[in-house]
């Protein structure tokens, strides 16, 4: 079996061009699969990891995945707004341990602005359970004072100390609150969450920019100087909605039943991970589709392997022939064809994986620094490991065919070049 082992390996060497060709062709399309599997999962874990340890949601009455959308990922807005008496009332309940108001609807150049308490920068964790941390400064404590997102101060070049104005709502045509300016006094570390997209403010201060606005525009000859806002009273009279966070777990559901059968003004409570889910199964169909495509990718590319074989085993059919007259018979021919096609798979997805750990390790600091998306680059993950061994079982079974044709093919026809 060594001198024919010996032989075949030669017979590659010789076809080396053609077989590095089909190496190349499998680890690319190994690349693909694991890719998008690295990043359909870490995509999906970066999606569930915006907000945790947060029991429940509490806006106006909605619809859950749009309360999940603006009070999580800041993206649309509210339909109505919750009424501050509400959100003491429910800060209230005996199975409530801390509750943190959040408004939306200003922004800063394309940036949203969130007005919450300082409470949001203890009690607000995300990933698995991660608290916020700054990464300069200080939280607000005083009026005009905001904290910056990592992007937010990354893309627009803010430091500490830096001067901003906000704009009244979001989108093309605003309004500046050019009177009232901001002094950054903080800048969160990067959390890869929406939070990283993020201008914070105080509720005070957002109630402060609105104190001398009607109907989206200032009043002419009522514009306050900061002074006279920080002699006022800036409790807000309504906030966008309130996270929630329970002495029990148990009790979210009376809790959330609690919150349905509010009479004072119509609210609703949503669990975080149930609507994640919820948003999630919409969302994911892009992701479906591109794991149909990088399957689609691993088929042409075994199909290749297969097509390649099968062209070279003409041109093989004399070598094969000698190999017979040697003493190889069909038996053995067949067990060198489907080893060699075994080896050249393997051997492509190898490469395949290495380059796809290597590409998450090369790629995964830039595409958080840059786009927020946190990429793994450690050991492959189970289902990884599974599409691995997809990718190497059915090349070596397409590798079968051209052996099998090998197989039948006699002595006596391998010896008798044709004319």
Same mark, same amino acid.
């Given at each position: 079996?060594?001198?024919?082992?010996?032989?075949?390996?030669?017979?590659?060497?010789?076809?080396?061009?053609?077989?590095?060709?089909?190496?190349?062709?499998?680890?690319?399309?190994?690349?693909?699969?694991?890719?998008?599997?690295?990043?359909?999962?870490?995509?999906?874990?970066?999606?569930?990891?915006?907000?945790?340890?947060?029991?429940?949601?509490?806006?106006?009455?909605?619809?859950?995945?749009?309360?999940?959308?603006?009070?999580?990922?800041?993206?649309?807005?509210?339909?109505?707004?919750?009424?501050?008496?509400?959100?003491?009332?429910?800060?209230?309940?005996?199975?409530?341990?801390?509750?943190?108001?959040?408004?939306?609807?200003?922004?800063?150049?394309?940036?949203?602005?969130?007005?919450?308490?300082?409470?949001?920068?203890?009690?607000?964790?995300?990933?698995?359970?991660?608290?916020?941390?700054?990464?300069?400064?200080?939280?607000?404590?005083?009026?005009?004072?905001?904290?910056?997102?990592?992007?937010?101060?990354?893309?627009?070049?803010?430091?500490?100390?830096?001067?901003?104005?906000?704009?009244?709502?979001?989108?093309?045509?605003?309004?500046?609150?050019?009177?009232?300016?901001?002094?950054?006094?903080?800048?969160?570390?990067?959390?890869?969450?929406?939070?990283?997209?993020?201008?914070?403010?105080?509720?005070?201060?957002?109630?402060?920019?609105?104190?001398?606005?009607?109907?989206?525009?200032?009043?002419?000859?009522?514009?306050?100087?900061?002074?006279?806002?920080?002699?006022?009273?800036?409790?807000?009279?309504?906030?966008?909605?309130?996270?929630?966070?329970?002495?029990?777990?148990?009790?979210?559901?009376?809790?959330?039943?609690?919150?349905?059968?509010?009479?004072?003004?119509?609210?609703?409570?949503?669990?975080?991970?149930?609507?994640?889910?919820?948003?999630?199964?919409?969302?994911?169909?892009?992701?479906?589709?591109?794991?149909?495509?990088?399957?689609?990718?691993?088929?042409?590319?075994?199909?290749?392997?297969?097509?390649?074989?099968?062209?070279?085993?003409?041109?093989?059919?004399?070598?094969?022939?000698?190999?017979?007259?040697?003493?190889?018979?069909?038996?053995?021919?067949?067990?060198?064809?489907?080893?060699?096609?075994?080896?050249? %798979?393997?051997?492509?997805? @190898?490469?395949?994986?290495?380059? #796809?750990? *290597?590409?998450? $390790?090369? &790629?995964? !600091?830039? /595409?958080?620094?840059?786009?927020?998306?946190?990429?793994?680059?450690?050991?492959?993950? %189970?289902?990884?490991?599974? @599409?691995?061994?997809?990718?190497? #079982?059915? *090349?070596?079974? $397409?590798? &079968?065919? !051209?052996? /099998?044709?090998?197989?039948?093919?006699?002595?006596?026809?391998?010896?008798?070049?044709?004319?």
């Amino acid at each position: 079996m060594t001198p024919l082992i010996t032989l075949a390996a030669r017979s590659a060497w010789n076809r080396r061009f053609t077989l590095m060709l089909t190496v190349a062709s499998i680890a690319l399309a190994t690349l693909l699969l694991m890719g998008i599997e690295r990043l359909r999962t870490d995509l999906r874990a970066n999606f569930s990891s915006a907000v945790s340890g947060t029991d429940l949601i509490v806006g106006a009455r909605t619809g859950s995945t749009q309360l999940l959308l603006y009070s999580v990922f800041r993206i649309g807005a509210a339909t109505n707004n919750m009424g501050w008496a509400s959100v003491q009332a429910l800060a209230a309940h005996r199975a409530v341990a801390w509750v943190v108001p959040i408004s939306l609807g200003d922004s800063h150049r394309g940036y949203p602005v969130l007005g919450t308490s300082g409470e949001y920068f203890e009690r607000f964790r995300y990933g698995n359970r991660q608290p916020l941390k700054l990464a300069e400064g200080r939280a607000f404590n005083q009026l005009f004072e905001a904290v910056l997102g990592a992007d937010v101060a990354e893309q627009l070049g803010y430091k500490l100390g830096q001067r901003l104005t906000l704009a009244h709502g979001s989108g093309e045509l605003v309004a500046e609150h050019a009177d009232k300016p901001f002094v950054v006094t903080g800048i969160l570390a990067r959390t890869g969450t929406p939070v990283d997209r993020t201008v914070h403010i105080s509720l005070e201060s957002m109630e402060a920019l609105h104190v001398d606005w009607v109907g989206g525009v200032q009043m002419p000859g009522r514009a306050l100087t900061p002074d006279q806002l920080r002699e006022m009273n800036l409790q807000p009279k309504a906030v966008t909605a309130a996270l929630v966070g329970l002495k029990s777990r148990p009790a979210v559901f009376s809790v959330q039943r609690w919150v349905a059968d509010y009479r004072a003004e119509p609210l609703m409570a949503i669990l975080p991970g149930v609507a994640l889910d919820e948003l999630w199964e919409v969302v994911g169909v892009g992701e479906k589709a591109l794991l149909a495509m990088s399957v689609m990718v691993g088929v042409v590319s075994l199909a290749g392997l297969v097509s390649v074989v099968l062209a070279g085993l003409n041109e093989r059919r004399r070598e094969l022939a000698v190999l017979r007259a040697v003493g190889a018979g069909p038996r053995h021919v067949l067990a060198l064809l489907a080893l060699e096609g075994a080896l050249v %798979t393997l051997a492509g997805a @190898l490469l395949g994986l290495l380059l #796809a750990l *290597g590409g998450a $390790a090369a &790629l995964g !600091p830039w /595409l958080q620094s840059r786009h927020g998306l946190v990429i793994g680059w450690g050991m492959p993950s %189970t289902a990884q490991w599974m @599409l691995f061994a997809a990718v190497v #079982a059915t *090349g070596w079974l $397409a590798s &079968l065919l !051209p052996a /099998l044709r090998a197989y039948r093919l006699s002595l006596v026809d391998g010896l008798s070049p044709r004319i």
